[in-house]
Each structure stands twice: as structure tokens, then as C-alpha cells.
């Protein structure tokens, strides 16, 4: 993007651990307090990284999320290494997941993360590739 | 109105932050898919739900939930209520379902 990140921190995320869901993005939301952005922008963020955080507990074997706060715009990056993501369109899809029976017991894959994460972004972008991991990068504006 | 009048009215049971049960309800939403829950409830509402696990709380926490309700008589997880105490997120229990809970919700709200 080519700016300098006035903030910017990584955090590292467990494939599998799904004690952990919920911690990275409730730390995005609450430094995005701190720095002083509304409600609003607070929310969307948490949710676009609660998503990306959940993908990679659920699919991926281990990544991280990267959050990055520019003069106009709050950038996610969210890269795993796992399988990646084998049709990107499809998997953008309401309602289309390949989670396993254990991971929808619990209430998550339910096919709805991507389209939440898109709602909540102004840009967003997925790369992938096959046997090695996908690259959810999200744009927030916030001016 | 505000929860405390919501557990008296259904005869909840408070697991968890009693002291939070001031809070102002806006509304509430029905759901057992935590995906659903975030695309659509809002700040303010009760979380009806039969999901008792403690990812429920982080989900609560990140809409800004005025608490959580387990119905069916599920009993919410030991640690549920622990990080649930630590976030400050009121969570009630019920042996009434989601559908009864949200009738009678709605119909204290609208009438």
C-alpha cells in the first residue's frame, strides 16, 4: 500500500486452537479504542479479524494477523499456511463451508465469514494457493 | 427496558455479573451459528442461544451484547462463566426455549 503505518503489530494465531478464537480480535478492537477510532470502525475491524482469526483456527495449521492503522485507512492482513482456499468464488458463497461436523457443533463454519468479513471492509481481497495458505487482506477507510 | 426487569419478568437464572444487569436492552437475537449472531445482532440486544461453550463469550463481547441467555436448560461451561465474569458479560440461563424467550422479549419491548 505503500504508506507508513502509524501503528502496526502482528499476532500470531494456532491452527486447531479454538480456546484462543476471539483473543486477536478482541485486542485489534481494543487498541483501535485506545487510538481513538469510533464505535463504528471499532466494530468492523473486530469483526473482519474475527473472521480471518476463526479461518485460520479452523483450516489452517498455524498464521497470524497483522494489523496496520495508516493515516486514512486500518489495513488487515490475515496469512495462514495451511491448504488454502480451493475456489475462492465458491467460498465467498452464503452458507458454503468446508467445515467439519466438530467445528459446526460449535457454532462456526457456517459459511458466513468471508461475507461478514466483505460487509465489514471497504476493500478486501483473498490470494491463495493451493497446499500452502491464503492471504485475506482487508481495507478499512477511515476518513 | 432494562436486563435485571428481563430475568425477573422470565424468571432467568444469573450465572454470572449480576451487577450488570442495569444495562439497557435494544433488542435481542436468536442464534446457534456465531457467524449469523455477528452479521446480525446489535449493540445492546440479548443473545438468545443454546450454545454453551465459552466461545460464546468472545462473540458477546466483540458485538457489545447486553448478555448472553442459554435456554433449554443448557448449563454453560465452567469456564464460560469464568471468562464471561472477566469481560463483564451477564449470562442467564433458562429451562424455557429460544422461541418462548424471544416471544416474550419481543412482546416486552413492543407493547
Known amino acids: 500500500m505503500g504508506y507508513t503505518a502509524e501503528y502496526e503489530n502482528s499476532f500470531p494465531i494456532e491452527g486447531g486452537n479454538f480456546d484462543e478464537a476471539g483473543v486477536v480480535s478482541l485486542r485489534v478492537k481494543s487498541i483501535l479504542k485506545e487510538l481513538g477510532f469510533p464505535g463504528d470502525i471499532q466494530r468492523r475491524a473486530a469483526i473482519a479479524t474475527y473472521e480471518s482469526e476463526l479461518n485460520i483456527i479452523s483450516y489452517a495449521r498455524s498464521g497470524h494477523v497483522r494489523l496496520r492503522v495508516g493515516p486514512h485507512q486500518i489495513r488487515i492482513d490475515a496469512e495462514d499456511q495451511g491448504p488454502g482456499i480451493e475456489d475462492i468464488e465458491l467460498a465467498m458463497k452464503d452458507g458454503y463451508s468446508t467445515a467439519s461436523d466438530r467445528i459446526r457443533e460449535m457454532g462456526f463454519g457456517a459459511g458466513m465469514g468471508l461475507s461478514n468479513i466483505k460487509r465489514c471492509s471497504d476493500t478486501f481481497e483473498i490470494t491463495s494457493e493451493r497446499d500452502k495458505g491464503a492471504h485475506l487482506k482487508m481495507l478499512i477507510d477511515t476518513q | ?111
Open chain 2, 1 to 111: 427496558m432494562i436486563l435485571a426487569s428481563l430475568v425477573e419478568q422470565l424468571n432467568l437464572t444469573v450465572r454470572c455479573c449480576g451487577e450488570r444487569l442495569d444495562q439497557n436492552v435494544t433488542g435481542g437475537y436468536v442464534g446457534d451459528l456465531l457467524s449469523d449472531v455477528i452479521a446480525h445482532s446489535d449493540r445492546g440486544n440479548v443473545w438468545i442461544t443454546r450454545q454453551s461453550h465459552h466461545n460464546i463469550v468472545a462473540v458477546a463481547e466483540l458485538k457489545e451484547h447486553a448478555g448472553i441467555i442459554v435456554v433449554l436448560g443448557r448449563n454453560p461451561e465452567d469456564e464460560t462463566v469464568r471468562r464471561a465474569e472477566e469481560v463483564g458479560i451477564p449470562i442467564l440461563t433458562t429451562e424455557l426455549s429460544g422461541f418462548e424467550v424471544a416471544g416474550k422479549l419481543y412482546e416486552f419491548l413492543h407493547r
